[in-house]
Structures are given as C-alpha cells and as structure tokens.
C-alpha cells in the first residue's frame, strides 16, 4: 500500500523521506510485517497534541 505523501518509496519501502512525510502513521498501520512502530509514549502525546488541535470546529476554506 502506498503512503498517502508519497514518502515511502514501493521499490524500497525501508526508506522515508523526510521531507516528504506528513507523519500521518499510515505506514505503521499498514505494515504488514510490524517492522515499523513507534512507542506507546510517542502515540500519547501526538494523541494529546491532536486533541487539543482538533476538538473545536473549523470554518471551511476553499483553495482555488
């Protein structure tokens, strides 16, 4: 499965770039060895962080 930002290469899916990656964790969801994780206390925080940015409503925004 492809990484949505397009920072995973499918030829070489041991690689991340960095500049790419949006850390969405769809790799960590997708992976179908495990191989990539990450720990409990960073999935804590970054649940803590979009908490706190995502529970009120946004206006919408139309980009042209």
Same mark, same amino acid.
């Given at each position: 499965?492809? #990484? !949505? &930002? /397009? &920072?995973? !290469?499918?030829?070489? !899916? *041991?690689?991340?770039?960095?500049? @790419? ?5 769809? #790799? =960590?969801? =997708? #992976? !179908? *060895? +495990? &191989?990539?994780? #990450?720990? *409990?206390?960073?999935?804590?925080? &970054? /649940? @803590? *962080?979009?908490? +706190? =940015?995502?529970? /009120?409503? @946004?206006?919408? @925004?139309?980009?042209?």
């Amino acid at each position: 499965k492809e #990484c !949505p &930002a /397009g &920072a995973i !290469p499918l030829d070489n !899916p *041991k690689m991340t770039d960095k500049d @790419k990656c949006i850390s969405c964790m769809h #790799c =960590v969801a =997708v #992976c !179908p *060895k +495990k &191989a990539r994780n #990450c720990s *409990k206390f960073i999935s804590f925080i &970054a /649940g @803590k *962080k979009m908490k +706190k =940015v995502c529970s /009120g409503r @946004k206006e919408n @925004k139309l980009y042209l």
